[in-house]
Structures are given as C-alpha cells and as structure tokens.
C-alpha cells in the first residue's frame, strides 16, 4: 500500500500554489460533510473551513463552533457568494446538488460536489454543458465530482499497472463491493445509485472508456435482506470496447466492509481489496506466479508514518505539549546502540549502561 | 492498513489548536530535510516553514525559493532563537544536534530532532536533565526524536493489540530490518548506529520496558558487502523484564526495504511487514487461524483516499485547475445507474442512453 | 492445505477392505490413462493394473511393459468382460465411452469413466437408467465419473464448510478457470464442454442442487485466442433454487493454471485457488476477518510428508536402496541434540562434538 | 504446495521395483506406530504389513486385527529375523532402537527407524559403523531415520530453490516451531531433544553442511509452561560454514502447530510455514516482489486430487461400493453443457433440459 502510494497516488511535492490558504465553505455538515470539515481543519495543507451551512442550524453552529474562524451561514446559495468563500465543498443531500453547483459555476467557485452530481443524468448533462460554457469563456474548470476511489492507492496503483500495459489489454473486470449491513429504507435500487455507482466509476477510470449496457440479476435473497428488497445483486456491465465487467453487489454480509475489483487482461491480471495490497498474477507456465510488490526505500515504506508524526508533531506544539517519542526515548537508543557497538567489537554479551530515570 | 489508521493512528480530530499556523524553522536540508520542508508545505495542515538553514547555503536558499514565505538564516542558532519561529525540525548531521537541541530548550521552542538525538548516551543524557529542568519549570515538554516507527499504522496496530491484551504478555519478538543497499562508507558499526536503532526503539515501544543487555553475532557475510564488514548480522537484545528480541540486520540484499516484525506472546502471535497488514494468529487447536483484518466500514477503508481527494482539489483549486473526476464523469455515472435501475426493474440487458461528449 | 486434507479429504483408514488387491483394466494409455496406470502402480494402495488397451497398440505394449504383471488386451470390450480384471478404468477418447460404460454394467464391473460420461445427455440418461437397473437387481452401484475437483482437499474442506454451515445459505459463487494456453483446434464449444464442465460439477457438489439456465457472454477476445474463437467467456448458471453462479474461463492467458471458486453465502464467505489454502471471511463489523487454518498438529501438518517418506522407504527398500536421511544424519542430531542440552543447562554457546565422516 | 509436490518432492513414477509387495514388520504401535500400519495398509502402494510387535500384546493384537494378513510376534528381535519379513519400521521408544537397529543391520533388513536414532551420539555412531561395515561388504545401505520434513512438499520446494542457487548463497535461517500443548512432563530438554531436533536435521538438510556450536537462551517463560521449565526457548546454530540458524521453539502456545523456516541468501529469502506455499522474495529495487508460483498445469494442480479419488475408487470398488460423482453426475454435466453450448451459439439464456431423478 505505501509502495502503491508513492509509485501511483503520490501528492504533488512544492506545487506551484498560491501562499495563501483556499478559504471552503462546506455545506451540509451531516456525517459525509462534518467529517470533510475535521478533515480539511486537521488534516488538509493549505486550506480552511470559513463557513458551514445546513439545513438544521443547530448541527451547523455545533461543527462551526469547534473550527476557529469558521461561521454559519444559513442560505447555501449565499455562502456559495460570499465574498469570503473561495471555494465549496457540496455534502447536502442529492436533491439540492443541481441548483448549488449551477451556482458555484456562475459564479466561478470550484466546486468538489459528493455523489451523484445531481438526482438524474439530465440535470447532471445540465451541468456539463453550464461548466462548458464557463470554460469556452475563462479557460477553466470548475466542477468536481467525489468519486473518492480514484484517489485510493490501491486503486491509482492498478490504473497505473494498466496504463503502462503491464496486464496488456484489459477484456473483462470482477468486482465485490460489500457492507455489513444498511439501514432499513436501503432498497434495491439504492442498490445501485449509490452502491454500484462507484463500480461504474471505478470501470469508466480503469478502462478509459464509456459503459454501453447493463444487465441486473437477482440471485436467492439473503434472509437478511431488507424486507422485499433484492439482495445480493449481481450486476454486469458492457463496455463501449466489448469489455465485461460482473459486480457482486451485497450490502446485509454481516461481516464487514469488502471492495474487491480484479482486472484480467491479455497479459495477466492484478487484484486490490484483499486488504493485502495489488496482488498480480504474470509470467509463463514455467515460472507463472502471484505477487505484490515491496517497497524499494524507507521513504516509500514509511513516507505515510513521516506525514503522521510531523502532523502530530504540528498539532501538539500548537496546543504546548509533545506527542511522540522523547528526550528519554533518545537516551535510551544511544545507550544500548553503544551497548551494541562494543558487542559488535567484542562479539560478547553487553549489558546496557543506563541511568535511572 | 487503513484499518490500523483508523484504529490505532489516528489523527486528531478537530482538537483544540489555536488559529495561527505553528511557524517552523527546518535545520539542514539534505535529503530528510528537504522531503519535510516539503511535507510540511504541501500535506501537514496548521504549519508552515518560514524558515530554512543549511551549511550548503546554496542548497538553502533553493528549497527556501519553492516555499512562499519562507527565507534562509544562514546560523542555525540564530534560526532557533528567532522571533518568528515558534518550533524546530532539527535534520542536520547527527553531531550537530547537541548543541541544536540544547538552543531549543534554552529557548524554549519545541523541537522534532531526527535520529540521533546526539552522538553518544552521556550528551544524550545531558538533553534528559536539560529538558527536565525545564519541565520542572514551567510544566511543558519540548523534544521529540524522530523515531518515524511509532506512527506507522502497522506499528500503532500492532501496539494497540499488545496494549488491550490480545497476545497476553510479550515473551519473544523477531525482527528483521533489509535493505537493498547501502553506500560504500557503511559500517557494521553503522548498521547498529542507524539500522538497529529503529528495532531498540521499536522494542522499547513496544514492549514498554527497556533494553538490559545486547549481543551481536556475525554470520557469513554475503559477498554483496561493504569490504571488510559483516553483513547480515544477528541482533540479540534481552529485555529487564526478561524478554528477547532477534534482530536480522541486513542491508545489502540487493531486493528491496523489508522491516519485519513479528510478537510473540501468551496467548499468541501477530505479525507486520509482509506488505499485507497485521496478520493475527490466535484460537485453539481445534479452531487455530491466520487472520487479517477488515474494514468495519467506507470511512476506514477509503478514509485515506478521502484525504488525498481533498488535498488534491484544494491543490487544485489554488492552482486554478481541476484535479479529478469531472461534472462528465458524474454525468456518466447518472446515466449507467439509470439504465441500472431500468435493468433491475425489466430484468433485462438494458442499453445505457448518453450523449456524445 | 493439509488442514483440509485431514478435516475433509482424508483417505479411509484401516477399512473393511477385501486382502486380495484390486486388478483394473485401464482402457486409454494416451496422457490421461498413461498417467493413471503410473498413479496406480506407484501410489495407490490395494490395487494393481493387469491389462492396458489401446487403439495405437504399440503405446499399450510400451506402458504395460513397465508394468510388472500387466498384459495387452488389444479389445477393450475383451478387457472388460475378462475374468482377471475386478474393475475397469476408462480413459479413452469420450466418443467410446458409452459403449464401454454399458459393457461394465452389463458385467458387473465397478468403472472409472473419465469425464465426460458420454458425448450427448440422452446417452448419458441410458447410462443413468441401465445403471439403475442393475442396481435394482442387485443393490449395487457401479459407475463414478471423473470429475477429480470433488477429491481436491480445498474443495473437500470448501464443501465441509458449506455443509456444516459455515457460510449459512450460499447465495452467489464466483470462479475463475483459467489456463496457460489449448491448442489450436481448442473452440468457444469445447471451453464448455472440457473446461466449464468442471465448475458445472463444482456448482452440482457444492451447491447440492441442479443448475436450471445457463448464459454465454462473450467479451473482448483476447489476441492470443485460437483465432475465430470467443476467450475469455463469462458465463452465468441459475440453480433450480435461484443462486447464481458466475465463471470465468479463459484458456490463454499465457501465465498459468489457475482454478479459483469463491462461495458467497449469507453468514460469511470462502475462497480457495489462491493456493494459500481456504481463505474466510466472517465475523462482525467490530471484529470481521480475513482468515485461514492452522493445522492442529503434526499429523496434519506432516501427513502428507510421512505419506512420501514411507512411500519413498518402500520403493527404495523393493530396489535394495536408501532413499532418505541416514544413519549418519541421525548421529548428526544426536551429536546437535547433546551439545544443545549441554547449552540449555550452562546458558553458554556449546560446540558439538562430532566425529569425522 | 500442489507446485511444489510436482517440482521438488514427487513420488517415482513407474520406478524398476520387484512386482512383490514389500513385506514390513512395525515394532511398537503406539500413535506413531499405529498411524504407520494405517498409512501402509491404506495408501502405500507396494508393501504389506505382515507383522506387528508391541510391548502391550493387546494393543498389538488390536492393530493386528484389522490389517489382513499381519500376525503379533511378540519378540521384535523375533519379528526382525523372520523370513517373511523384508523390511522393518522402528517406532518403539527410542530407548530400543539401538538394539533393534543393530539387529536388522546383523540381518541385512532395511530399516525405517523413526527419531531419535538412539538415546545419545555415541550409540548413534556405532550404528553409523556397523552399517559402514555392512555396506563394505555388500555395497548396500540399510538404516532411513524418520526425518519427514524431508519428504514435506513445502521443504521439498525450499531445498530445490537453494540448490538451483535461486537464492544465492544461504546466510541466516529463521525458524519457529510451536506447538497448541505439550504433556506435563515436557521439559526444556525434551524440547532439545523432540522438538529443535527436527530444525536440526531441517539445518543439515538445507544447508548441507553440519552445525558446530548451539546456544540456548531462556526468554521470560510463559504462564502456560509446565511448571519450572523454560517455554519459549530460543536456540541458535552456528554452522560449519558460518552460517547461522535462530529457531523460536514454543511449545505451549495455546493456538496450533506451526512449523516456518525461512531461508535468507545472497540473492534473495525464501520462507515456508505460512499455510500458502513457499512465499518467494526477489528482484531488485525497481521492482522487488514477494512472489508465489502458480502450478503450470492441471496436473500439479490437481495431482493429489487425482490420487485421492483413485484412492477411494479403488477402496470402495473393493468393498462393492461407489465413492464418487455418479454416473447422474455425468448426465447432469452433459445437460447443462448442451445448454452452455446452445447459450454460446445464441447469446441467450437458455434453461437446461433434464429429466427428473
């Protein structure tokens, strides 16, 4: 996973941006937006929360209240205005993506819109062709759609495998996407709008090309499912290209959370979502095997522990404390690496000398 | 991976941090220097470097030219001492760091100091009871050394099992520490002094208790080292507690970077390194097993997706560009789930309907 | 893989078994039935083979002179209905084998019949129902076919799973068959009948129920099919209690063989062919994983390896031969042994003592 | 494992072997014993037990019983020199094997003597010249001792991988070798003797040289060790080569048994032991891989399988039974593949015809 972060979904290094930091306004703090606002405050370089809206006013004070410089503002449309707010994050519900995201393209905010972009294809092309015409004018792009998969490691590293032709063309693709468990209003065909719709995601990205048709079975229901729903489906798609791709899709497993997508080409195949990161399958008959790559350096193996400790590093000087290993920690290395040192030489057992602490 | 992330290593949400970004200064910007002024510009939210310091000031000021804001003092003292600096990143040559952190703590700025804290236990020590003065006085803490471990998730995964009793008590630990290669000055000595170093910190964390003895052992060394030193070595350490740690320390074995680390305890075993997360083994006889975790739900398995998602269109956005999937894709996506939902419904193949881009 | 092999494949132990050893015909000497005569005489116990048939009679006089006790009978027919021959192997082309099925019946014979059973399902029905009349008139059945998977330990202990309930109701099943390379005669018609045969099996033994429709798509062919044919296919069974089955088969792939069947059922789910044994999946959100068995004890972890050592001993013994770790070596642990006990008691490194070879 | 049994540790096929079965005395049928008479009986090809001998006459008599053709002979000097006997397998207490061996030497019978091969090196040495002195004289060897690792499909792969040179010169082997339990009157030296001696004979066998010095180190025991004794132990091998071994011996782990050896050359480590074949770790920096092998072919993937089923074919024809798919499971096949052909030829889904049961 670390290997498939460096080599894939790298972040830019010392990019050319502005020193000032992108001022967000996020609306809709539920689950999906409150967790985008501790995120962008705590874990994000170069960006701050200066307003939240939501329709329940309480929620949106309650998570404005824990981001310093961050206010409520109740009218979405009139945060996506203010003069403050450089750009918007859309985390509301479905029904309402369609007229905020027209207006951030009005007025030339980027905007990072959760799924679906809006509640049917229509509104969404509306949108396309709004954006287009905002870039025939300015030469810009405005609209993002968080389809988040693309930006997983394991996800970038098999795009990546496929793009430098390492499975050869790729004919067909099989996909698990499983939850333990949904609420009891989760019917089939939410099934597919927000279940399987990051499987079509996710085979327009790989495949680099559009989905032409899609058939849906319905296998014997688990005795878990929502009553009178279908559940597991399986679902297949074909690609404008000829490619197959089956999806399992079962949301009552009861177990846990399972994104599998394997990608069988001409010249191998590659499977991510064993929790065990890209497992390929290559070679000929004679020395055929199954392997996942190993990092070359320390950088690439422990560059996501660096990134954890300087933030918590950051995060408790700020607030006057230390959080990690300290003075002690380094005594005490020092003291059995000089330990080590003089076994190495005398080729004997060494006892430590150290202080009391 | 990502499920260690979420269990074990975590980072702070929306914790209490004051408003202003903490401005560091970074000393020496060699390699590890460099990649942390850059991780702090472009991944570590609240900091920012304002200032670097090099004896290559040549090298200074370019890594000072890419981060807006930030300019080059030549003496690293007067870097530490500087009005405008509120804490240190020290990555300069191992024997300047005595005197470095000592600054610090005189002056009281919080210091993250790579390893070594100094060249030997006794200055080492020195640090202990200048820092504990300090604590004495004022109630706060000021150092950390970079032992990047710690923060690893598979690390923090493994200490947050050994802490809520899953292995029952530690008894043996092995480790091993592999790399590719290393340069033609590298020691034996060397191998202890800033391989090893990481296994004594490593069992120390892990273990809670300190290292009592250390003996080193020279097998056959492999005709890829470094002329006259041994290479791989045994590493043994003995626990005050009474435990035993194996440590195979080889670092020119010509594949990639292997870190390996397997606890034994009571009540059975967990192993990390094998690039496929914590891999638990525990259950009787009747019901022994191998396991590996899975994620309880999308926010642990693609919650690192989701920061790398917003670190990117907050690039992005500052860049003036739009980094990822675009108002097509969801228009795209709308359409595949609308022929999905008519497939579900029909039970029959089911064309999907989409304009031409 | 020995764990299955024990929980759910092993071989009868001390069995009411006549003391006379079987004496088989095998008709066919071609790759298959060259083989099986090989298996029989150097790995099976209680049986001998005593007479070959072949259409090419020079292949028959080159295998049954291997064979200590083994004549040619150049009619099959004649080979069946011989006095000296117990029980009847069939391993010629498929187009033969009803004629030769309905001789064994006809006399008595228990038969072997590698797959397929005959060419067409009618045939197929009058061997069903001539078997069924003997059976009536006897009370015995005859008749197994080849279908080898059923015996495989992973799907031995995939099956023991199922049926123990494991998994609770299997809802879903996703294979993978794939292959290296066929040769250039190998059509999409044979990829059903000699290769997705076995996963119609694999559904039948696994699933206990019939499959009651069956669809063929065909996606994107690769380069390096036979030309003019569909490879991969992806093919869909329905069983008659509505689960679902889909299966790849693809027959170049150029890498290996690989055979891979995952069960999806409502409690939990079960992989095998990723030759790292059964892999489950089960538990609760809060504690679900990814697991596989660790073998009890020896006798599982080593049954096999004391299968080959006595195997290996009485083949070595029947040519006046040693095969396998000596006297010496035994001295050799002894020697080992002593100095380790010798070193368990001091706590200091303890040379061996050992004579001169 | 399936590869592996095929590459390294395959059974000889069609071997010049007498065409009379082996006649075998089994001394001592205690578990190990008994087990032996088992695994003979039921699936050794080309040998009989003809005799038993046990210091219990009852338990003898029981084994006896259920073998055709096998007969007590209470003396095993007796059973040894008896003319129906050609071979003789030792699995008394070990405090026999020194006469007993040394008798079947007097004899010229080959003989299977399970480990130790008798109470200390000096007695084992004895042996080691008395067969020398029969081999003088007749240019035959008689003693195999029962090392089965050996014969370990897994070892078997491992052995061949070192002695192809895949991994370069050996330096350092790891091994663990832990057991759930252990009786109550295990000690620490029993864990020398009955335990670590299988990693010794495993050093010997992969290393091909001797071992020259042991240590014994006794980490904090665990709770569950049998009362005074060290449990872990950590033993250390220094070879005559300089090469090194640690071995982990556990033998109150409470979980299972696991038995894992990694090798770590040169060129490359190898490691066995976690229940999914030999797990291989190579390649250089750009593209180092952990890497299993896939099997070439049906036959070593579906090698055992094959052996099983004639097994129980043949086991069960001998008992006028079937024990297999019958001959409705080749009718069943051949219905849903005429369906699976007519789907192909029609892209439809096309329901199976089948007559009823």
Redesign the interface.
Known sequence: ???A?TRA?A?????????RD?R?AVLGVGMMGA?????????????QVVAVSDAFAEKAEQVAA????CRVIDDPLAAITDDDV??V?IATPGRFHEEQ?LACIEHGK?V??E???????AS??G??RA?DAYTARTG??????????????E?AELKALIDAGGL??P??V?C?HR???VPPHFT??MM??DS??HE??VT??LLDE???????????????AVTGQ?D??????ETT????V?V?C?VS???????RTEV?G????ALIG????LVR??????????????????????G?????????????????????????????????????????RS?????????AR
Chains 1, 2, 3, 4 share one sequence.
């Open positions: 996973m670390t290997t972060e979904g972040l830019p290094e010392l990019a050319d941006v502005p020193a992108l967000v967790d985008h606002v501790s995120r962008i405050y705590s874990r994000i370089s170069g960006a824990e981001v310093p410089g450089d750009a994050l995201v980027p990072l819109c799924k679906p972009l809006t509640m049917d294809a969404s092309l949108i396309v954006e810009r792009r405005l609209v993002t759609v968080g389809f988040m998969r693309r930006f997983d490691p996800y050869g063309e004919l067909l099989h698990a939850n333990a468990a089939s065909e597919i709008n399987v719709v079509v995601d327009r990205f559009e989905i032409a048709a899609v058939t849906v079975l319905r296998p014997r229901p688990t005795r878990h279908s597991p489906l399986l679902v297949l798609f290209g000829g490619r197959m089956d399992e079962f497993t009861g177990v846990g959370y399972e994104v069988v001409e010249d191998g195949s064993l929790d065990s990161g399958t290559s070679g000929d008959p004679s020395g055929a095997a199954r392997s996942s790559g190993i990092a070359p350096d320390f950088r690439q193996r422990f996501r522990a660096y990134d954890i400790e300087l933030q918590r590093w950051v995060d408790a000087a700020r607030r006057g404390e230390v959080d990690g290993p300290g003075a002690w920690d380094g005594y005490a290395a020092q003291a059995v690496c000089a330990a080590g040192v003089e076994a190495l080729g004997r057992r060494t006892e430590v000398g150290m202080e």
